[in-house]
């Protein structure tokens, strides 16, 4: 039971645009902690893609852009490649762990 | 360029401690938060605690109680001890640089992961 929900699995066509959620509540996101987002392939350690609710990394295409509004938080996608196909965490504070709570994790599969 | 690696046994038996270590080269373990994390096997990932370069502990609630991070700056290493394990316990332990942005940590770097089994 993750303190960030996120959908289990989500998928698009190479090319095509593909955002995934993460809701929150008043505990984390809702209170106003930024939002980052990772990138974990099979067998590796995850990769952060966007900090601070929005900045990207050095290296991380600008394909991937993240947001935030309320209780929740987004990551999109754009002009998906076969690369991209791999699990995705969001993470933020939330204050009922008094430190750092994820999302369980969506799969994206590029079709 | 930073780097992690975590090292210690692989397999721990039921109710004994878990111990690992992780090495950081290639910067200094000030001014950061020192990072465990855990995923086990086909599931998300799981905070475990953290530790600010000043000494200060983090622990996940579930987990105080059995939890101990420590930091050796002469070292530059820092140590995860989780007493009396149980299968549930059975994960790729990860260790994480944190940096923070507006108060909220994030990890930049990462060791590759250590499986720790628990199991008799």
């Known amino acids: 039971q993750s303190v960030l929900t996120q959908p289990p699995s989500v998928s698009g066509a190479p090319g095509q645009r593909v955002t995934i959620s993460c809701t929150g509540s008043?505990?984390?996101?809702?209170?106003?902690?930024?939002v980052h987002w990772y990138k974990q392939l099979p067998g590796t350690a995850p990769k952060v893609l966007i900090y601070?609710?929005?900045n990207r990394p050095s290296g991380v295409p600008d394909r991937f852009s993240g947001s935030k509004s309320g209780t929740s938080a987004s990551l999109a996608i754009t002009g998906l490649q076969a690369e991209d196909e791999a699990d995705y965490y969001c993470?933020?504070?939330?204050?009922?762990?008094?430190?750092?709570?994820f999302g369980g994790g969506t799969k994206l599969t590029v079709l | 360029q930073v780097q992690l690696q975590e090292s210690g046994p692989g397999l721990v038996k039921p109710s004994e401690t878990l111990s690992l270590t992780c090495s950081v080269s290639?910067?200094?373990?000030?001014?950061?938060?020192w990072t465990w994390i855990r995923q086990p096997p086909g599931k998300g990932l799981e905070w475990i605690g953290y530790?600010?370069?000043?000494?200060?502990?983090y622990y996940r609630p579930s987990l105080k109680s059995r939890l101990t991070i420590s930091l050796d700056t002469s070292k530059n290493q820092f140590s995860l001890r989780l007493s009396s394990v149980t299968a549930a316990d059975t994960a790729v332990y990860y260790c994480?640089?944190?940096?923070?942005?507006?108060?909220?940590?994030?990890?930049?770097?990462w060791g590759q992961g250590i499986l720790v089994t628990v199991s008799s």
């Open positions: 994480a640089r944190g940096d923070t942005i507006y108060g909220v940590a994030y990890f930049d770097y």
């Open positions: 290639g910067g200094s373990i000030s001014s950061y938060y």
């Open positions: 530790i600010y370069y000043s000494g200060s502990t």
């Open positions: 008043s505990s984390n996101i809702g209170a106003g902690y930024d």
């Open positions: 601070g609710n929005r």
């Open positions: 993470q933020s504070y939330d204050r009922s762990l008094s430190g750092v709570g």
